[in-house]
């Protein structure tokens, strides 16, 4: 049986979304008489890390967002890291402030989001900006959750009721996927490494969301019949036939045969990501400049932006 789950083009949708934000960045810089600004935080030499940074800085670049990258060796202290964010939280020209995560052991990461200015808060990982989100209030909001719930949203707009299990409980995508999925009033279970027979969980969701890092981990008896899976995974694995590298997701590609619609990976979440993160960077800009989003041609509510 070949697999029959639609694909959600996460690709087509971050490129919609990208076009808006540039039409908002175009509105912006024609009413303040500047570009918005996204300074960027990149410790250390993690290759992956160097990645995204430098996908994240073309996007801005390509939708009108002038960006700043402060790279610092991974040694540097704690207070340089502060002290950075600090002179960052006072210019007038920085919209958007982001740290590249993971930072190395001897950082305190916890600190380090609680420094930044929760309206220059464009990863929506200030303790602020988490706890407006599962109170359901406007915020700035993390930008992989986002996306995935575009993405589902797209397939279907209203999860009333709906099962949704999210498996990872971290605070960059597990647990605010879950307070989105809750606002969108789902029904929302959290497996994580504890969890016992996640399994059997995930064979209830309607909406099954994962974020682990293992690949090949969701095996087609996993899923429910026409779920919808959405894949956070990003795992380089390396084929044992040629010896090339590639990039899979925490989902087993014949999961396809029993899922209603599942995104690839790559080309599902990652450009997701990326596009909220300006989507994002804009909000905050507009809110610094006093411009309320429909000036900007943006909704008040980010959620239903790519609608
Ligand atoms: N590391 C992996 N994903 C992300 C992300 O979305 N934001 C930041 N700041 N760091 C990350």
């Not at 959750?145 to 995935?148: I, Q």
């Given at each position: 049986m070949s697999g029959t789950a639609l694909r959600i083009?996460?690709?087509?949708?971050?490129a919609r979304l990208r076009a808006r934000v540039a039409q908002a960045a175009a509105k912006f810089a024609a009413l303040t008489g500047r570009k918005p600004g996204l300074a960027v935080i990149l410790v250390g030499d993690d290759p992956a890390s160097h990645v995204y940074v430098r996908s994240k800085l073309q996007r801005a670049a390509e939708v009108g967002i002038v960006s700043n990258v402060m790279r610092f060796p991974s040694g540097v202290s704690e207070a340089e890291i502060l002290g950075q964010i600090a002179a960052w939280n006072a210019a007038d020209d920085v919209d958007g402030i982001l740290v590249q995560l993971p930072l190395p052991d001897h950082v305190n990461t916890l600190r380090v989001m609680a420094?930044?200015?929760?309206?220059?808060?464009?990863?929506?990982?200030?303790?602020?900006?988490?706890?407006?989100?599962?109170?359901n209030a406007t915020a700035l909001v993390p930008c992989t959750?986002?996306?995935?719930l575009m993405l589902i949203k797209q397939?279907?707009?209203?999860?009333?009721?709906?099962?949704?299990?999210?498996?990872?409980?971290?605070?960059i995508v597990g647990k605010p996927m879950a307070a989105l999925l809750?606002?969108?009033?789902?029904?929302?279970?959290?497996?994580?490494i504890h969890t016992r027979d996640t399994p059997f969980l995930c064979r209830g969701a309607d909406i099954l969301v994962?974020?682990?890092g293992k690949p090949g981990l969701v095996r087609p008896d996993w899923v429910k019949p026409?779920?919808?899976?959405?894949?956070?995974?990003?795992?380089?694995?390396?084929?044992?036939?040629?010896?090339k590298f590639r990039i899979v997701g925490d989902v087993d590609p014949s999961a396809a045969q029993v899922a209603g619609a599942l995104t690839p990976v790559p080309g599902g979440v990652g450009p997701m990501t990326i596009a909220c993160l300006l989507l994002n960077t804009l909000q905050a800009a507009g809110s610094t400049a006093r411009l309320a989003?429909?000036?900007?041609?943006l909704a008040d509510d980010p959620i239903n932006q790519a609608a």
């Open positions: 083009d996460g690709n087509e949708a971050a420094a930044i200015d929760p309206d220059k808060d464009v990863d929506g990982l200030h303790a602020l900006n988490a706890g407006k989100v599962s109170q959750p986002l996306g995935c397939v279907t707009p209203d999860l009333t009721g709906m099962n949704a299990v999210v498996l990872g409980s971290s605070n809750l606002a969108e009033r789902a029904t929302v279970t959290v497996a994580h994962t974020a682990v026409r779920a919808i899976v959405i894949d956070v995974g990003i795992n380089r694995v390396q084929d044992p036939a040629s010896g989003p429909a000036t900007l041609g």
